[in-house]
């Protein structure tokens, strides 16, 4: 009797400059999702996966992206450490991995698309040489490509690294100790989006150079993404509308604030007097009309004075005039002062302010008990050297509550 398949797997394979490949599988693993697909480069396997409301909770103007990177500890036959032996919150390594991919794809979506998206990474297998966070931007990106969730992309990242003198792409764990240059760049078909990592001071030359070598990486990621699409018919996707426009309003606007508001950024004023001035300006327009008309006319005064002429204004002086927004030109840096040994009871401490940025930073010397054991699922060893940084509320004037980290303290 034939066994009756259930399930219609599509792949692709991407091949490397160096021969190894990389396999993108569709159909087969959570097909109630919006979009997912299983990327195999080895032994080592990522589950990608992207969900999308059908519709925008109401007042939504920004983009609600959601990304969520996770190694299960099972991928590579290992227990969590600790006594519950369940796994926990993210740990920095997967939060930072998670912000790689965000960063790349936030940018690609609508401007007028409002719709909850999450992106969800998961490694799900593990060989233990082969670095899984260059792949997870891949995933992440071919679970979008073969839904139909509006993205202007694909996009797909990937780990550069310079070896005696010789630029290589994804290389495993092992080779790293060799290697003077290791940089994450991600990017479309079209452009570069993202770049960071460390080097050994290396030339503008040399940096340049592997961002070039990466691209031409991404480009053969992306043009498979493409291929992969439009074979399933998920290049054609959904329709939606998540705003209601006025463009009478946006017009009168533009018409009859710019030049008002471009005086103001012209300035050269503190910031928080100057978002004042900003303020009272879009306030003295929003006057004219009653509180009925208010309801519906209030979100769209926000958005249009914002988008079509505070920010246009900014950015037409920065590039017409070489001016920023304080007063200095475009090659001017901020006054700095510094104070060392500030706490008197700390090991070190520093003041560091320019402009009207400032950190206080505290350094404490410890053990070797005090070292942090890092119990991650790929990586096990001790760190001597740990950097914590915390950005409150008040930092900015906010008037908010400090719950607990956000990612951007995570780095």
């Known amino acids: 009797m034939e066994e009756k398949k259930l399930y219609n797997a599509v792949r692709k394979i991407i091949t490397l400059a160096d021969g ?18 299983v990327v195999k480069m080895g032994d080592t396997m990522l589950l990608g996966t992207v969900v999308a409301a059908k519709d925008a909770k109401p ?20 227990y969590p450490g600790g006594f519950m032996k369940r796994e926990g919150k993210a740990n920095d390594a997967e939060v930072l991995t998670a912000r790689l991919i965000d960063r790349a794809l936030r940018p690609l979506f609508p401007s007028d698309y409002h719709a909850e998206v999450y992106v969800t990474v998961n490694l799900i297998s593990a060989d233990k040489d082969i670095q899984p966070d260059a792949l997870a931007g891949l995933a992440a990106s071919a679970a979008l490509a073969v839904s139909d969730i509006p993205f202007g992309g694909p996009i797909s990242e990937v780990r550069v690294v310079r070896k ?3 630029y ?9 100790a060799e290697c003077d240059l290791d940089i994450m760049v991600g990017g479309t078909i079209d452009n570069i989006l993202m770049v960071e990592g460390e080097m050994k ?44 426009n006025d463009e009478e309003l946006r017009q009168t606007i533009i018409r009859e604030l710019y030049d008002k508001a471009y005086a103001i950024a012209t300035s050269g004023t503190m910031k928080h007097e100057r978002s004042d001035m900003f303020d009272a300006l879009e306030a003295e327009f929003a006057s004219r009309y009653t509180e009925e008309e208010l309801v519906e006319k209030a979100p769209l005064i926000h958005k249009y004075f914002h ?27 901020r006054p700095i002062w510094c104070e060392v040994g500030y706490l008197p009871a700390a090991h070190g401490s520093a003041i560091f302010t320019r402009g009207e940025t400032q950190s206080l930073t505290t350094v404490t010397l410890g053990t070797k008990l005090d070292e942090k054991v890092k119990d991650e699922v790929l990586v096990q060893g001790t760190e ?28």
């Open 168 to 176: 290589a792409i994804n290389p495993g764990f092992s080779e790293m």
């Open 20 to 37: 190894r490949q990389i396999e993108i599988e569709t159909g087969k693993l959570a097909k109630q999702a919006d979009g997912s697909v």
């Open 164 to 166: 005696n003198g010789q």
């Open 307 to 333: 988008d079509d002429v505070q920010k246009k204004a900014m950015r037409n002086m920065i590039l017409d005039e070489g001016k920023r927004l304080d007063g200095r030109r475009t090659d001017e840096i």
């Open 384 to 411: 001597q050297f740990v950097l914590h940084y915390n950005f409150p509320p008040f930092s900015t004037g906010e008037a908010k509550a400090a719950r607990g980290l956000s990612r951007r303290e995570i780095g």
């Open 201 to 244: 001071e290396v030339s503008e030359e040399v940096m340049l150079g592997a961002i070039k070598f990466a691209h031409e990486e991404i480009k053969k990621h992306c043009a498979v993404q493409i291929e992969l699409a439009k074979e399933l018919g998920k290049d054609v996707k959904r329709t939606y509308c998540h705003e209601v």
């Open 59 to 78: 007042d939504t103007d920004f983009m609600p992206l959601q990304v969520e990177y996770k190694e299960k500890y099972a991928s590579c036959g290992r």
